[in-house]
């Protein structure tokens, strides 16, 4: 109970690593792509899609930064890897070829993929060739996550899957899904017969339907998976363990700078449209705003500090997820109050920014687990469920 | 690891549990023979150079002081406490002031009241710090006379000066950085802060989870849970982010915006944390029966101590705007 961080830190006396080489070459190369026009600031966001971005992002040694060289990473810490994707953030890059790969399945792979399917996508995602997307939801199944009914049965040589996922974002653009199936009947551990596996989209069986969201974009998807067989060594784990794999790539999703820089684009608009004027209350409202930023970002950084030496973070991760939507949500509301123009859609400049972020804010307290779901954990880190 | 910072941690919790163990929390008694009993252990020699007879110990160890100062709601100030005692021994004031004081990031506003705050009754001086030339710390000691006396929130006295018609009765430049100092300010009692905060989340949820209503602990109620939930949260990320500005202190790399975001961070917190302990608490944590309002007090206090919410807020706002064209670089570099 409580002890989410040791405080004061008596054991921390190392030195942070010196990190401004890397930053200096990863803005020399954003400043490449706003220079090229593939970045259109505060107009996109870590799910815009840009396969030629992520193939030169990793041409650069900027995808798989952690992973070990032999499956095509480049063996950098857990802060380099931080630091390179909060820099893609800060420019509103469009990073969703290889965002949730690069985040979270790859990393997913590694840990409880069989050697085989290892050599076969790890190097191709760390090419930025590859794009993967969740299979977690379904129609009936959001928050209560235990509760799916897609199921795998075994087949000869592989499994055989149906059901439907939804709210995969990328689905129509993306090679592979990790899906989380039940594979045997649901008995009175609700959490226990489930398995995950790694679902090829091109397989015959496999239907994307597209669900456009309130920006008027297609990002969501549904998937139908009817019949599609996939071979054993595409399950993830042991099987039957799919429970306990979820929750550990839940502590990755929850976890990264994209959960609360989304809106920072809109706050750089903000942040422009008071200087050289002197209106006090808009600075100090401004400076509540910069000051919480970078206050989570400091909770952020110990997360992947944690993740790194292999230490649960799933209790802190939880808590920088809700404050950093909380946060992203509440940039667009102060930059109604303090900035001159009204949020219409149509053009990249402030307006549109504005508009694009009242309109995107609605998602990112329900992505990755809601609001709810995340105070229900803290809580019960407090010892009081 | 800091092995002084954890000897320091724990010399304080026994001395402060063996005070509480007897004395009056409140009384004018208490606060007294804690003075004499942390000058006596040795405590307000932290930031004392080592030729000067003290620790010269780096914020880690101050913040392990009054970490453990703010756990106990204790009554002493004890901010005040470590650095006055560290202008002494810098040879900066006199060793026979008993001074009160007052430190600003920024030059000496005229039209704003300066509060000091005295570690041990009636002061000889009133010690104000501001930023003299090149951000230089600027002392000037007023007479006491010469401001009014009244009580914080948590019932401790405070001394307000109205500078614009006195003169100070000395003034002195000093080699110390005045945002330096101020930034020491704000992490130390940022730390008190948090402090409280860890010991009020206890009390809070040792409350729930035994007090029954309707047939259930509150615990087992989504409203309660959420609320604790909220302020736990609040706790972390203002842990998070004072840990990180200590530590870049004792490293000589603190930003502006790392310390004014820690000190708003845990303001917020104090106030999140008192209001939800009052809320589960009920009518019991509204009296002086109930320990809580030691804690919420000073919590409320404390919020615009060292580090005013408000200048901080428009400190860091309007740095941001200054650096909009790049804000990302500012915020990181």
Known sequence: MLNFLSFPDYSNTKEPQDVSELRANVRAFLEEEIQAGTIVPGMQTWTSFDR?????????????MTWPKRYGGHERTAFERYVVCEEFLAVNAPVGSHWVADRQSGPQIMRHGTEELKE?????????????????????????LSSVRTKAEKVDG????????????????????????RTEPKSED??????????????????????????GEHELNEVIFDGNVVPDSHLLGKGGDGWKLVTEELAFERSGPDRFMSTFGLLKVLAASQKGRSDDHAKAELGRLIGRLAAIRELSLLIGEKLQAGEPATPIATIAKDLGTGLEQEIPEVARLLMTEAPVRGEPDASGALAFAILSAPCFSLRGGTREILKGIIARELGLR | MSSTALMLDETVERLLSRHFATAVRGSAESSSTLLAEAIEAGL???????????LGAGLLEGAAVSYRWGYHAAPLPIVEMLLLRELKGLGLLADDENAALAVLPTGLNIEQPVLATAVDGEP????????GSGGRLSLAGFAPGNAVQRRSMAGEPLFILETRSVTPLWARETYLGAAELAAKGALLTATAILGMTQRLLEVAIEHVNTRKQFGKPLAKFQAIQHQLAEAAAE????????????????????????????KMQAGKAGTVVASVTHQVLGAIGFTEEHLLHHYSKRLWHLRDHWGREVELRKAIGSAAAENSDRLWAWMVD
Not at chain 1, 52 to 64: H, I
Not at chain 1, 120 to 144: H, V, Y
Not at chain 1, 198 to 213: E, F, I, K, S, Y
Not at chain 2, 237 to 260: E, F, N, P
Request: with cysteine; glycine share 12%.
């Open chain 1, 120 to 144: 076969k996508l790890l190097p191709e995602i760390a090419a930025g060739r590859l794009t993967f997307g969740i299979g977690m939801s379904e129609p009936d199944s959001g928050s209560d």
């Open chain 2, 124 to 131: 000889s001086v009133i010690v104000v710090g501001y930023a």
């Open chain 2, 235 to 262: 706790h972390v990320v203002a842990q998070a982010a004072t840990r990180s500005a200590i530590s870049a202190y004792d490293a000589g790399k603190l930003k502006d915006l790392s310390w004014q975001s820690a």
């Open chain 2, 44 to 54: 307000d020699l932290v930031f004392v150079p080592e030729d000067g007879g003290g």
């Open chain 1, 158 to 181: 592989g499994w055989r899957i149906e059901g439907r996922k939804v709210w995969t974002t990328n689905a129509h653009h993306a090679d592979y899904l990790i899906v989380l199936c």
């Open chain 1, 190 to 215: 609700r959490y226990a017969g489930l398995s995950q596996f790694v679902v090829p989209l091109d397989a015959p069986g496999v239907t994307v339907r597209p669900l456009v969201n309130l920006t």
């Open chain 1, 52 to 64: 030629g971005f992520s193939e030169r992002a990793a041409a650069r040694g900027f995808v798989a």
